[in-house]
Nanobody
């Protein structure tokens, strides 16, 4: 059974970089057909998909965030990491990591595509 756990600072200053790590247990992040994603939910709003890194190591980002987003992985630690640059208060949200196994061609770019989630971590952008 795959389990996910987010970690990182809960407070980030405007214009700085938000960095979060997701630690995975129960499966290797290089296992075929796994997609590892970051999703967020601003206060009072719906879930927003940020991007994923596939089992192959290839990342893909939401068009609305791709200019500020990087997702990478550390296979030795079985972790993947989100970096969101130049944050503003509008980036305040609960951030989730999530995963899904999809055999064959796939591009899981919606929160509803994912069936395994971490508990989420609150990130506030404020000076």
């Amino acid at each position: 059974q795959v389990q996910l756990q987010e970690s990182g600072p809960g407070l980030v200053k405007p214009s700085q970089t938000l960095s979060l790590t997701c630690t995975v247990s129960g499966a290797s992040i290089t296992t075929n057909f796994y997609y590892w994603s970051w999703i967020r939910q601003p206060p009072g709003k719906g879930l927003e998909w940020i991007g994923y890194i596939a089992f192959s190591g290839t990342p893909y980002y939401s068009p609305s965030l791709k200019n500020r987003t990087s997702i990478s992985r550390d296979t030795s630690k079985n972790q993947f990491t989100l970096q969101l640059r130049t944050v503003t208060p509008e980036d305040t949200a609960v951030y989730y990591c999530a995963s899904k196994v999809i055999v064959g061609y796939a591009h899981p770019n919606s929160p509803s595509d994912y069936d395994t989630w971490g508990q989420g971590t609150q990130v506030t952008v404020s000076s």
